[in-house]
């Protein structure tokens, strides 16, 4: 079963817009973790953002801030305020743990590109 | 502070010849990770490290890769006997590996191995 889905393969989106790209994810475990990467055309993979299944307030960092829906298993991630340097791969992760091992599951990403 | 290193940023090798690609974590960070990247599989966990310890190795895609990690630092991903569907970018990352925390896994640059 797949536990990250990222439904939107590509986006579009004019320079100063906001944008928003969907994540949903499935676990039965009450403990985890959800984490967005950027990984630009240079392929290094850039942590973003990370919420706690616990956590009480939607996490935020900068120009990005995370719309976790706990009940419906969506943490969208919302860009504010688009730049040109935001064109990029964005991937939704989970954290689980496996046989005392612990991972990350990606979903398939979303390629983003802003427009002038 | 410095990064996650990895060499060679690009290796290409002919088939049947063994590679190894290294990896340098984060300076403290005790946990170390193997992922790999390719067109057709996305990001894909490979083994997991805990110190010098991998709790378990049924990530790893044949008996051809094997890895290890010595002194609680430097790692190597080694595969044996290469083939063409070897051909990916291997990531490594890092973290704190501290219980109860964000535990965020940064990344390195990458190895991009093509096998001719």
């Known amino acids: 079963a797949q536990k990250i889905t990222q439904t939107q393969p590509g986006m579009f989106v004019q320079e100063k817009e906001a944008v928003t790209l969907d994540c949903t994810y499935d676990?039965?475990?009450?403990?985890?973790?959800l984490f967005w990467y950027k990984q630009p055309s240079s392929g290094e993979m850039i942590f973003l953002i990370y919420?706690?299944?616990?956590?009480?307030q939607n996490a935020t960092e900068g120009r990005y801030s995370l719309n976790f829906q706990k009940a419906r298993k969506s943490a969208n991630l919302v860009i504010s305020a688009s730049q040109l340097g935001d064109s990029a791969m964005y991937f939704c992760?989970?954290?689980?743990?496996?046989?005392?091992?612990?991972?990350?599951?990606f979903g398939q990403g979303t390629r983003l590109t802003i427009n002038p | 502070g410095a990064g996650v290193s990895q060499s060679p940023s690009n290796k290409v090798t002919e088939k049947g010849k063994d590679v190894e690609l290294r990896c340098d974590p984060i300076?403290?960070?005790?946990?170390l990770y193997w992922y790999r990247q390719s067109l057709g599989q996305g990001l894909e966990f490979l083994i997991y490290?805990?110190?010098?310890?991998?709790?378990?190795k049924s990530g790893l895609p044949s008996d051809r890769f094997s890895a290890e990690r010595t002194g609680g630092s430097v790692s190597t991903l080694t595969i044996q006997r290469t083939q063409q569907e070897d051909s990916a970018v291997y990531l490594c990352?890092?973290?704190?590996?501290?219980?109860?925390?964000?535990?965020?896994?940064?990344f390195g640059p990458g190895t991009r191995l093509t096998v001719l």
């Open positions: 490290f805990q110190g010098n310890s991998a709790p378990d």
């Open positions: 676990t039965s475990d009450p403990s985890y973790g």
């Open positions: 300076s403290g960070h005790t946990a």
């Open positions: 919420q706690g299944s616990y956590d009480q």
């Open positions: 992760a989970m954290r689980e743990w496996i046989q005392g091992a612990q991972k990350l599951v």
């Open positions: 990352a890092s973290s704190d590996g501290l219980a109860g925390g964000e535990d965020t896994q940064y």
